[in-house]
């Protein structure tokens, strides 16, 4: 299953790749595309109270998911389609909590290396005061 | 905020932790301890239409949800209590895809080992078969 | 290039793979294959004064290296030959000090999957006395 | 054990801080340090016969050893003298093969976050042609 993209609007046409293809439960997410050029997709995470946990922050497993989600749009931009591919390996490291009134993160996600059947990304994640809150690097398979 | 447990009934007070603290969206992946002596808890995560992509398999994005979601609830029993604490890395790898007809997945949490201010983890994944679908090590700062 | 292993003596022909394969610096190290039983391979790590640092303990560096040689070799005997690969990623975690005078470690790598392109392994580090001191997973990708 | 580093040359005060408290098998990579401002570290590694492994290409166990290394000096570097420190956690994933003819690597370790107890970091590894060969994340803890 290999589903176009529309070049001239990569971030809608990203948006509209996730309603299609994500699990309901990650589309809950809330996950938005703001800009992507290829190489570099920037998204954005409202830091809703459905993501915030006990501690009053927002819950890591939001960051660990929206990590997987950013890249698998990231590299279909890169691919200028979506194709079939699979999470590797994902690494995640958690620099600052993310307090419950934050708004919404700023997500990063750049492919930092793409072979004919590996892909390698970063995602990092902001605050709206541009502090790096996360980071992630992964691995894809392309089926 | 420290949170005791009942040693006598520890699967059903790491249930009832998960409802008291766990964000809104982590509590909808319906993760369920069903064993835990302390250092090895065990938990059931139902793979359930929400948590499958169009791929036809089960999201990566729950995988690395529930393995962090485990071993908050893992450490808490090698504390006997919960208490603040926050993860500082999980790395994850996807070792085979989970049909979205696998019924449940088994998930076994150990800790590592426990020291003063930091906690190291590991998490496996398995299907009903016992084959290992996914296998994640993890760090946690206690507060 | 694929080298033959003798499956009557799988340690004995993984060292002599080793020696053979390994880049100067790495053999070093001066590890040796102790068991091996095709999924999982035991290897011995002398904590020699060259791999001692300022802090008085093993450098973590002799723990990095050692896990991606256990590897290599942990996956060629699970292959039952030497066929090129190559480290896809490699993440260590670092649970204990390794005190200068510790004599040797002891490394478990096991064979998590081996699928057609890509692999995993776990290598676990301990003491003489069976301290858990590192863990480290890797993926591999067969050529 | 602190050992103060000179502010008007840190990139000779690291090279000595290496020499003096890097392990023997460490210290025989060649790693220089040929810049650094604080937060950003830049050091060369040369891709010496030593490095190379049987496939003509540069063993990966180096890349991890500069990674780790890289990391205590740039921390250093942030912190404006050598503390004790410890690896926590250090995950690399390897885009490119170096090939033996490479020259030299140079690597940019940048200090992501440094809080009271733990610091993370980022190197990246580029040939003379900048291409990003491997990128590394990590975690210490400050002790």
Same mark, same amino acid.
């Given at each position: ?20 293809? $994500?699990?309901?439960?990650? @589309?809950?997410? $809330?996950? #938005?595309?703001?800009? =992507?050029?290829?190489? #570099?997709? &920037?998204?954005?995470?409202?830091? =809703? ?5 006990? $501690? ?12 997987? &989600?950013? +890249? ?5 931009? =890169? ?5 079939? +591919?699979? &999470?590797?390996?994902?690494?995640? =490291?958690?620099? @600052? *909590?993310? *307090?419950?009134?934050? $708004? ?9 290396? @793409? ?11 902001? &605050? ?16």
């Amino acid at each position: 299953m290999e589903i176009p993209l529309d070049p001239t609007d990569l971030p809608g046409s990203l948006d509209r790749l996730l309603e299609r293809i $994500g699990a309901p439960w990650v @589309r809950a997410l $809330g996950l #938005r595309v703001t800009a =992507s050029d290829g190489e #570099r997709t &920037t998204l954005r995470l409202p830091v =809703s109270a459905d993501l915030v946990h006990g $501690g009053g922050v927002m819950c890591g497993q939001a960051t660990l998911a929206a990590a997987d &989600t950013a +890249m698998v749009l990231g590299l279909s931009a =890169s691919l200028g389609r979506f194709q079939p +591919m699979t &999470t590797v390996q994902l690494q995640t =490291s958690f620099l @600052r *909590p993310v *307090p419950a009134d934050a $708004g919404a993160l700023r997500l990063v996600c750049t492919v930092l290396r @793409r072979g004919r059947s590996l892909a390698f990304g970063d995602v990092s994640f902001f &605050t709206a005061e541009d502090k790096l809150v996360a980071q992630a690097t992964t691995t894809y398979a392309l089926l």
